[in-house]
Nanobody, 123 residues
């Protein structure tokens, strides 16, 4: 069983930065780890994913060049560094773990989810 706990959300001005953390209990060393986000009234959308070895990453077009996903296997933690934040980045951000790599951009590919952390960006 894997449990995921996100942290690092908060209120930031447009143009600012935040770093989200996802701490895992249980083995995620062979899991792909993804970040998704959900704004009020919208679907939960893919943001970024990293494979189990950290050698492959994918990003949503809307965050490319601004967000970076990386993992620290020793700490069993995955991070999402978010720079140049925009008001449209405001959402609840969820961490997720997947034991496959068949469709890493799709929610259905993920087996475990955290409860989310709120990111608010003021203009």
């Amino acid at each position: 069983q894997v449990q995921l706990v996100e942290s690092g959300g908060g209120l930031v001005q447009a143009g600012g930065s935040l770093r989200l953390s996802c701490a895992a209990s249980g083995r995620i060393s062979r899991s792909a780890m993804g970040w998704f986000r959900q704004a009020p009234g919208k679907e939960r959308d893919f943001v970024a994913v990293i494979n189990w070895s950290g050698t492959n990453t994918y990003y949503a077009d809307s965050v490319k060049g601004r967000f970076t996903i990386y993992r620290d296997s020793a700490k069993n933690t995955v991070y999402l560094q978010m720079n140049s934040l925009k008001p449209e980045d405001a959402a609840v951000y969820y961490c997720a773990a997947s034991t496959s790599w068949s469709s890493p951009l799709m929610k259905l590919d993920y087996d475990y989810w955290g409860h989310g952390t709120q990111v608010t960006v003021s203009s």
